[in-house]
C-alpha cells in the first residue's frame, strides 16, 4: 500500500475558482460553527447553558450551511468556460468528493473568481431570515406564527421559500426545483381542482409562505430533523475516512482479494464501488471518483469499453443500499419508520449482499465465457500488508458498526469515529496533512453537508405541501380502491411510479414523496413497513442505470468512450437482481431481517441459490458447474430464481427442485467448451495478445 499524500489529491479550493482565500476561510467557518451547532445539539452540550429548541437549531443549521451553496455553485452554467470534470486522485490519495449528484458533471462551469454580488446578497438574505427566526423560535410554537405571524416574520417567509427553492435548484438541478416548487404552491389551488383525488384544503399565498417557513411539515419537516440529528455526522464520517486515505484502503484489499481471479478487474471494480458507496451513497460521484481508475483497467484486460462501464455503473449504483452508511434516504427512513437506524441497517444488509452477489456472479461468467484472466499474484498488492497498513480504515469501520448497536445515541457514533480518523491523520506518518490539506478536507466537508442539507430542506416544501393540503392520505386510500386486495399488483404499480419519478429526481426526492403517498397503501395491505420503505429505495435508484436516464451509466460511458445507450441496456442487465430483489423482500419480509432468526437464515440462504441461478441465466454460464447455459435453461433458471424468493416454503421448494434439475441437466447435456483463457502479459495490463479487444455482443 503506498503512502497517503492527500496534496496529490483532489484541490477543491484550486479547482472552485469562486473557493478564493477569502471564501475558502468563510466555508470552513460556516462548516466547524454548524458541525459545533450539531454536535451541542446531539452531545446535549448546552452551551453557554442555553437549551435549544428545536426549530431553533434547524434554522441555525440552514444558517450555517446554506450559505456555502451560494459560495461554491454558480447561477447559471456558461458554455463559454472550459469544462470541469471530476476524476480520481492518483493510487496512495483518499480525497474523493462525495455529493448526491443526479446531474451530468462535465457541464460547462462559470469560471469567474470569487463570489459575485448577487449571490453574496443572497447569502446576507440566508442569515438575515435563519437568525431571525432562530431568535424568535420560542414565540413560533408559542403563538403559533405559522399561522399568525407578525408582517416581519410573514414577509421573510415569502424571501425564505423562494431562497429554498433557489438552493434546491443549485444542488439538484431545475427538475427537482420545477417540482418542488409545483407542490409548494399547490395548496394554493387544491380547493380548485376538479379531480376528486387532487382536491385538498385551499391557503391563501401569505399563510402558506408561513407553514413553509415556521410550520413543522414542511421545511423543518421530518427530513430536516433527521439530517440535524444523524445524517450530519455519517456524512462528516464519510468524507474523513476518504480525506485520510480510506478509498485507497479499500480498493488496495479488493485488488488483493479478487485480482488474480478471471475478470478480476471487473470483480476489483464491483468491490471497490461497493465500499466507495458504502462510504458516500452517491452514484454519479462514485462513477465519476473510481471509474477513471476501473473502466481503463477493465478494457485493458478484455472487457468491452461497454461492459466495463456497465460493471462500473452498476456497482456504484448500490451504494445507496449498502449499509452501513447507505444514503441519505435510508436515514429519512428513521424518521418515517420510527425505528433506530441500527434497524434499517441490519434490514438492508441481505438485499445488499444479494445485489452485489448478483453482479459478481454476473462478471465472473462475462469472464469465463469470454476467457479472461486476472493479474499474476505476484503483481497484486499483499492481502495481509494491505489489512496491517490500512487497519486504521478497516478498525473505523468495524467500530462504527459495534458501537451502533452497543451505545444508546447512535447519532453520536459517528463523531467519536471521526475524531479517531482525525487523530490518526496527525500521528500517523503514512497521512501528510498539511495546511492545505486540513483547508481541503474542510471544505469538501462544507460543500457535502451543505448539498445535502439544501436538497432535504428543498425536498422538505414537497412534503408540506403534501401534508398542508391532505392530499398525501387520500392518494393511498384512492390507490388501495383502484387495486383492492392485490399487493403484486400494488407493487409493480409502485415500482412504475418510483423509477419514474427517480429519472427526474434525487432518490431521497423521490423517496420522500412514495414515503407519504405509496408507502402507506402498501402497508396496509400488510407488507412489512421496513420492507415497504426499502422497496421504494430500491425502485427509486433503478433509474441511475436504466434507459432514458441512466445517470451513472452515462457517466460511465463518458469514461469509457462506449455508447451511452448501450452501456444504460448492459447496465440494466448487470443489475438486473436489484429489479427482482425488492419484489422478494416485500413479499417475504424475512429478507429485511423482520422474522425470527431461524427463518432469516432460511430465507437468506435459499435467496444466494435463487441469485446464482438468476445470474447464471442472466450472463449465460453457471459457475462452479462450469457450463454456458441454453435458451431452455435459462427460462427455467430464472422461474426456479424467483420462486425462491417467496415465503411459502412448498414454493421455495418446487424453486429450489426445479433449479437443481436444470444445473445438473445443463451439466450433463451441455460439453465444457469454454474458450482457452488468455495469457496475461507481466504487467496485467493487456491479454498478451496483438489484436483488438474483440467486440462481444
Known amino acids: 500500500m503506498t503512502t497517503t499524500t492527500p496534496a496529490d489529491a483532489i484541490a477543491v479550493t484550486r479547482r472552485n475558482p469562486r473557493l478564493t482565500p477569502f471564501w475558502s476561510v468563510v466555508t470552513v467557518v460556516l462548516t466547524v460553527l454548524g458541525v459545533l451547532a450539531t454536535m451541542n445539539q446531539v452531545f446535549f452540550w448546552n452551551l453557554g447553558g442555553v437549551t435549544l429548541l428545536e426549530n431553533t437549531f434547524l434554522y441555525l443549521l440552514l444558517a450555517t450551511f446554506l450559505p456555502i451553496i451560494f459560495i461554491v455553485t454558480p447561477a447559471t452554467h456558461r458554455r463559454g468556460g472550459r469544462k470541469e470534470r471530476r476524476t480520481a486522485p492518483p493510487p496512495g490519495t483518499g480525497a474523493m468528493r462525495i455529493v448526491e449528484a443526479d446531474q451530468p458533471t462535465d457541464q460547462m462551469t462559470d469560471r469567474r473568481t470569487g463570489v459575485p454580488w448577487y449571490d453574496v446578497a443572497l447569502i446576507l438574505l440566508v442569515e438575515v431570515c435563519c437568525l431571525y427566526f432562530a431568535a424568535n423560535g420560542l414565540d413560533i410554537q408559542e403563538y403559533g406564527w405559522e399561522w399568525n405571524a407578525p408582517l416581519t416574520a410573514t414577509v421573510l417567509s415569502v424571501v425564505f421559500w423562494l431562497l429554498i427553492v433557489e438552493v434546491l435548484r443549485r444542488s439538484a438541478g431545475w427538475i427537482v426545483a420545477a417540482l418542488a416548487l409545483v407542490f409548494s404552491l399547490y395548496p394554493m389551488i387544491a380547493g380548485q381542482i376538479p379531480i376528486g383525488i387532487l382536491q385538498g384544503i385551499d391557503y391563501d399565498a401569505l399563510t402558506l409562505a408561513q407553514i413553509h417557513a415556521m410550520g413543522t411539515e414542511s421545511i423543518l419537516g421530518l427530513p430536516l430533523q433527521t439530517a440535524g440529528t444523524i445524517l450530519v455526522g455519517f456524512l462528516l464520517f464519510g468524507t474523513v475516512l476518504q480525506h485520510t486515505g480510506g478509498a485507497d484502503f479499500f480498493h488496495n484489499v479488493s485488488t488483493a482479494l479478487f485480482g488474480r481471479y478471471r475478470g478480476g478487474s471487473a470483480k476489483v471494480a464491483v468491490a471497490s464501488s461497493a465500499t466507495m458507496g458504502m462510504m ?3 452514484a454519479v460521484s462514485n462513477v465519476l471518483t473510481t471509474g477513471p481508475m476501473t473502466i481503463p ?31 441519505t434516504a435510508a436515514f429519512l427512513m428513521v424518521s418515517f419508520v420510527g425505528v433506530p437506524y441500527t434497524t434499517i441497517l441490519v434490514a438492508a444488509t441481505i438485499p445488499a449482499i444479494l445485489y452485489f452477489l448478483g453482479i459478481f456472479l454476473q462478471v465472473d461468467a462475462y469472464s469465463a465465457v469470454h476467457g479472461l484472466r486476472g493479474v499474476p499474484r505476484d503483481r497484486l498488492p499483499r492481502l495481509g500488508r494491505s489489512l496491517v497498513e490500512g487497519w486504521p480504515y478497516l478498525t473505523a469501520l468495524v467500530l462504527l458498526t459495534v458501537l451502533l448497536f452497543i451505545l444508546d445515541s447512535e447519532a453520536q457514533v459517528p463523531y467519536w469515529i471521526t475524531g479517531v480518523l482525525l487523530l490518526i491523520a496527525v500521528l500517523s506518518p503514512r497521512v501528510r496533512m498539511g495546511r492545505r490539506q486540513w483547508l481541503d478536507l474542510a471544505v469538501d466537508c462544507g460543500r457535502t453537508l451543505a448539498q445535502i442539507i439544501g436538497i432535504i430542506a428543498g425536498v422538505g416544501l414537497i412534503l408540506g405541501g403534501l401534508s398542508a393540503t391532505g392530499v398525501a392520505l387520500s392518494l393511498s386510500r384512492d390507490l388501495l380502491a383502484l387495486v383492492g386486495d392485490n399487493v403484486v399488483l400494488l407493487l409493480v404499480a409502485g415500482a412504475a411510479v418510483c423509477f419514474v419519478l ?33 422497496f421504494v429505495i430500491y425502485w427509486a435508484s433503478v433509474s441511475y442505470i436504466t434507459p432514458p436516464v441512466g445517470l451513472a451509466a452515462f457517466a460511465a460511458a463518458g469514461i469509457s468512450k462506449a455508447s451511452p445507450m448501450a452501456t444504460c441496456v448492459e447496465a440494466m442487465r448487470l443489475g438486473a437482481v436489484k429489479y427482482i430483489v425488492p419484489f422478494g423482500f416485500a413479499l417475504n419480509p ?19 441459490v435463487a441469485v446464482y441461478a438468476i445470474a447464471g441465466a442472466l450472463g449465460g454460464h453457471l459457475a462452479l458447474v462450469e457450463r454456458r447455459v441454453p435458451l431452455w435453461a435459462r427460462a427455467a433458471l430464472v422461474v426456479g430464481g424467483f420462486m425462491m424468493f417467496l415465503p411459502q416454503m412448498w414454493v421455495t421448494l418446487l424453486g429450489l427442485a426445479l433449479t437443481a434439475v436444470v444445473v445438473v441437466l445443463v451439466r450433463l447435456t451441455v460439453p465444457g467448451d469454454l474458450p482457452p483463457e488468455p495469457v496475461v502479459d507481466p504487467d496485467g495490463l493487456t491479454d498478451g495478445v496483438d489484436r483488438p479487444v474483440p467486440a462481444h455482443v
Do not use: K
Open 297 to 327: 483497467a477493465m478494457v485493458r484486460s478484455g472487457f468491452t469499453p461497454r461492459v466495463a462501464g456497465a460493471v462500473e455503473a452498476t456497482a456504484s449504483s448500490g451504494g445507496s443500499i449498502t449499509p452501513p452508511i447507505m444514503g
Open 590 to 608: 424475512a429478507l429485511v431481517a423482520q422474522d425470527d432468526p431461524g427463518r432469516v437464515a432460511v430465507a437468506f440462504v435459499f435467496s444466494l
Open 280 to 282: 458516500s451513497g452517491s
Open 502 to 534: 427517480g429519472m427526474g429526481l434525487t432518490i431521497s426526492a423521490a423517496y420522500v414523496f412514495l414515503a407519504i403517498v405509496m408507502v402507506p397503501a402498501v402497508v396496509a395491505l400488510g407488507v412489512n413497513p421496513l420492507a415497504a420503505h426499502l
